[in-house]
């Protein structure tokens, strides 16, 4: 998988003091939250205008000009297989569910108050009819539509694919300080950001059966992930990274010693 430069939309005067990332759970948010708080110069702040990050956006909330808003994505193939791995946010019916199962259940999204079970939320609903999506797919593709709409809303926005981002933080970096003018600090790595203290290691997983990648393929909406810069056939292994990369290789290691010891 090649590197693709953001998409940038310039809708704002210069000088950005804050920013925001959107985008669906385990879509490499959170890694793209690390590397620019690590990395963007001084007074250049991350803030929440926006709301939640991985919802639908409320389109009353007007972007300032020093705003600037970068959303990311994940091919849909990995995407579906790290939800289904690790179903946050979301109800108590998607734990344990086989794959097969998880692509044919309708998306419901749930928190937890302070102190308090899960509940159902809201903010994973169609907006305007407030239906429930009939599968992951579905919701997708609405949430990819919805986001790809504010670039016709005015404001700074940058499009990541978090394959880009991880495949070369570095380039990615320089092309959103060229695009947006922001100030980098010398180059932080990133080597762990979900907060549990272990480093980034990519997991090599295999792929969907066929079965299963029909169901993908019928469930999702292909103009819609092709402008996005995704494709059936180029399903990344190691989420954007080249298997001759450190971290590819010390996953395949890994995978090889565990492998190993079982036998």
Same mark, same amino acid.
């Given at each position: 998988?090649?590197?693709?430069?953001?998409?940038?939309?310039? !809708?704002?005067?210069?000088?950005?003091?804050?920013?925001?990332? *959107?985008?669906? $759970?385990?879509?490499?948010?959170?890694?793209?939250?690390?590397?620019?708080? /690590?990395?963007?110069?001084?007074?250049?702040?991350?803030?929440?205008?926006?709301? =939640?990050?991985?919802? +639908?956006?409320? /389109?009353?909330?007007?972007?300032?000009?020093?705003?600037?808003? *970068?959303?990311?994505?994940?091919?849909? &193939? /990995?995407?579906?297989?790290?939800?289904?791995?690790?179903? *946050?946010?979301?109800?108590?019916? %998607?734990?344990?569910?086989? %794959?097969?199962? +998880?692509?044919?259940?309708?998306?419901?999204?749930? %928190? &937890?108050?302070? !102190? !308090?079970?899960?509940?159902?939320?809201?903010?994973? *609903?169609?907006?305007?009819?407030? $239906?429930? %999506?009939?599968?992951?797919?579905?919701?997708?593709?609405?949430?990819?539509? @919805?986001?790809?709409?504010?670039?016709?809303?005015?404001?700074?926005?940058?499009?990541?694919?978090f394959e880009d981002v991880n495949r070369d933080p570095v380039r990615t970096l320089q092309a959103l300080s060229d695009a947006f003018a922001l100030a980098l600090n010398a180059y932080q790595s990133i080597d762990g950001f979900k907060g549990d203290g272990g480093k980034y290691l990519p997991k090599h997983v295999p792929l969907p059966?066929?079965?299963?990648?029909?169901?993908?393929?019928? !469930?999702?909406? =292909?103009?819609?992930? $092709?402008?996005?810069? @995704?494709?059936?056939?180029?399903?990344?292994?190691?989420?954007?990274?080249?298997? =001759?990369?450190?971290?590819?290789?010390?996953?395949?290691?890994?995978?090889?010693? /565990?492998?190993?010891?079982?036998?």
């Amino acid at each position: 998988m090649e590197w693709r430069s953001p998409r940038i939309f310039i !809708g704002g005067s210069p000088g950005i003091s804050h920013y925001q990332v *959107l985008g669906e $759970r385990n879509s490499g948010t959170n890694f793209v939250s690390t590397l620019l708080r /690590r990395n963007l110069g001084h007074g250049i702040v991350e803030e929440r205008p926006y709301g =939640w990050k991985h919802g +639908f956006i409320d /389109r009353r909330v007007v972007a300032t000009p020093q705003l600037l808003t *970068l959303v990311v994505y994940r091919h849909p &193939v /990995r995407w579906l297989q790290s939800v289904h791995s690790k179903p *946050l946010e979301l109800t108590d019916n %998607f734990d344990n569910l086989t %794959f097969d199962e +998880f692509l044919r259940t309708p998306w419901t999204g749930g %928190f &937890v108050r302070e !102190g !308090g079970p899960k509940e159902p939320s809201t903010a994973d *609903l169609e907006p305007k009819t407030a $239906r429930v %999506f009939t599968s992951p797919m579905a919701v997708r593709t609405a949430k990819i539509s @919805y986001l790809e709409e504010m670039a016709d809303m005015g404001g700074n926005i940058a499009y990541l694919r978090f394959e880009d981002v991880n495949r070369d933080p570095v380039r990615t970096l320089q092309a959103l300080s060229d695009a947006f003018a922001l100030a980098l600090n010398a180059y932080q790595s990133i080597d762990g950001f979900k907060g549990d203290g272990g480093k980034y290691l990519p997991k090599h997983v295999p792929l969907p059966s066929a079965q299963q990648l029909t169901k993908i393929f019928d !469930g999702l909406d =292909w103009a819609v992930e $092709r402008s996005i810069g @995704y494709d059936f056939d180029d399903v990344p292994t190691f989420d954007g990274l080249s298997p =001759w990369d450190r971290r590819s290789l010390k996953s395949r290691w890994r995978e090889l010693w /565990r492998s190993g010891s079982k036998a």
